[in-house]
Nanobody, 125 residues
Framework: QVQLAESGGGLVQAGGSLRLSCAAS????????MAWFRQAPGKERELVAA??????????FYENSVKGRFTIARDNAKNTLYLQMNILKPEDTAMYYC????????????????WGQGTQVTVSS
Protein backbone atom coordinates (compact mmCIF):
# COMPACT_ATOMS: atom_id res chain seq x y z
CA GLN A 1 0.00 0.00 0.00
CA VAL A 2 2.05 2.92 1.29
CA GLN A 3 5.71 2.50 0.49
CA LEU A 4 8.44 4.58 2.06
CA ALA A 5 12.08 4.85 1.12
CA GLU A 6 14.62 6.76 3.18
CA SER A 7 17.86 8.19 1.96
CA GLY A 8 20.51 10.66 3.04
CA GLY A 9 22.09 8.90 5.97
CA GLY A 10 25.82 8.71 6.41
CA LEU A 11 28.80 9.48 8.56
CA VAL A 12 29.22 12.99 9.88
CA GLN A 13 31.36 14.66 12.52
CA ALA A 14 29.84 16.04 15.68
CA GLY A 15 28.49 19.50 15.04
CA GLY A 16 27.80 18.72 11.42
CA SER A 17 24.57 18.51 9.48
CA LEU A 18 22.71 15.93 7.49
CA ARG A 19 19.41 15.93 5.63
CA LEU A 20 17.33 12.80 5.42
CA SER A 21 14.68 12.28 2.78
CA CYS A 22 11.75 9.90 2.62
CA ALA A 23 10.02 9.27 -0.68
CA ALA A 24 6.44 8.07 -0.33
CA SER A 25 4.22 6.29 -2.80
CA UNK A 26 0.97 4.33 -2.85
CA UNK A 27 -1.16 6.73 -0.85
CA UNK A 28 -2.45 10.25 -0.65
CA UNK A 29 0.61 11.77 0.94
CA UNK A 30 -0.90 15.06 2.05
CA UNK A 31 -3.51 13.30 4.19
CA UNK A 32 -1.01 11.23 6.16
CA UNK A 33 0.73 11.99 9.39
CA MET A 34 4.45 11.47 8.87
CA ALA A 35 7.26 10.89 11.29
CA TRP A 36 10.90 10.08 11.81
CA PHE A 37 11.89 7.45 14.34
CA ARG A 38 15.33 6.30 15.34
CA GLN A 39 16.74 3.26 17.04
CA ALA A 40 20.24 2.87 18.37
CA PRO A 41 21.73 -0.54 19.21
CA GLY A 42 20.46 -1.76 22.56
CA LYS A 43 17.92 1.03 22.84
CA GLU A 44 14.22 1.31 22.20
CA ARG A 45 12.88 2.92 19.07
CA GLU A 46 11.90 6.50 19.73
CA LEU A 47 9.85 9.11 17.96
CA VAL A 48 12.17 11.90 16.91
CA ALA A 49 9.88 14.21 15.00
CA ALA A 50 6.42 14.14 13.48
CA UNK A 51 4.34 16.32 11.23
CA UNK A 52 0.59 16.52 10.83
CA UNK A 53 -1.32 16.19 7.57
CA UNK A 54 -2.30 19.30 5.66
CA UNK A 55 -5.81 19.44 7.08
CA UNK A 56 -4.17 20.04 10.47
CA UNK A 57 -1.92 22.72 9.01
CA UNK A 58 1.23 20.66 9.23
CA UNK A 59 1.76 20.99 12.97
CA UNK A 60 4.99 19.46 14.22
CA PHE A 61 6.32 17.57 17.20
CA TYR A 62 9.94 17.15 18.30
CA GLU A 63 11.52 14.98 20.92
CA ASN A 64 13.13 17.22 23.51
CA SER A 65 16.72 16.26 22.76
CA VAL A 66 16.43 17.38 19.13
CA LYS A 67 14.44 20.57 19.58
CA GLY A 68 16.24 23.47 18.01
CA ARG A 69 18.54 21.17 16.06
CA PHE A 70 16.24 19.10 13.86
CA THR A 71 13.53 20.28 11.52
CA ILE A 72 10.89 18.06 9.98
CA ALA A 73 9.22 19.20 6.78
CA ARG A 74 7.08 17.77 4.04
CA ASP A 75 6.78 18.62 0.38
CA ASN A 76 3.38 17.31 -0.61
CA ALA A 77 3.90 18.13 -4.27
CA LYS A 78 6.90 15.79 -4.27
CA ASN A 79 5.46 13.22 -1.85
CA THR A 80 8.60 13.62 0.20
CA LEU A 81 9.35 13.98 3.88
CA TYR A 82 12.56 15.56 5.14
CA LEU A 83 14.50 15.71 8.35
CA GLN A 84 17.12 18.42 8.51
CA MET A 85 19.55 17.56 11.27
CA ASN A 86 21.94 20.23 12.51
CA ILE A 87 24.50 20.36 15.31
CA LEU A 88 24.62 16.60 15.31
CA LYS A 89 25.83 14.82 18.40
CA PRO A 90 27.21 11.31 18.88
CA GLU A 91 24.01 10.52 20.77
CA ASP A 92 22.12 11.02 17.51
CA THR A 93 23.78 7.94 16.04
CA ALA A 94 21.03 5.49 15.11
CA MET A 95 19.09 3.91 12.33
CA TYR A 96 16.52 6.44 11.24
CA TYR A 97 13.15 5.31 9.93
CA CYS A 98 10.45 7.15 8.07
CA UNK A 99 6.91 6.28 9.10
CA UNK A 100 3.38 7.13 8.03
CA UNK A 101 -0.18 6.71 9.20
CA UNK A 102 -3.61 7.63 7.90
CA UNK A 103 -4.59 8.86 11.37
CA UNK A 104 -4.27 12.51 12.26
CA UNK A 105 -2.79 12.21 15.75
CA UNK A 106 0.71 12.72 14.42
CA UNK A 107 2.28 13.09 17.87
CA UNK A 108 1.25 9.60 18.99
CA UNK A 109 4.00 7.13 18.19
CA UNK A 110 1.81 4.04 18.40
CA UNK A 111 -0.37 4.97 15.43
CA UNK A 112 2.33 4.65 12.79
CA UNK A 113 1.85 1.61 10.62
CA UNK A 114 3.88 2.14 7.46
CA TRP A 115 7.65 2.04 7.64
CA GLY A 116 10.65 2.57 5.48
CA GLN A 117 13.73 0.37 5.49
CA GLY A 118 15.82 2.81 7.48
CA THR A 119 18.93 4.85 6.82
CA GLN A 120 21.95 4.83 9.09
CA VAL A 121 23.19 8.03 10.69
CA THR A 122 26.54 7.87 12.43
CA VAL A 123 27.97 10.87 14.24
CA SER A 124 31.61 10.70 15.21
CA SER A 125 33.16 12.62 18.09
Amino acid sequence: QVQLAESGGGLVQAGGSLRLSCAASGGTFSTYSMAWFRQAPGKERELVAAIAPDHLAGATFYENSVKGRFTIARDNAKNTLYLQMNILKPEDTAMYYCAATSFSTYYLASIYSYWGQGTQVTVSS
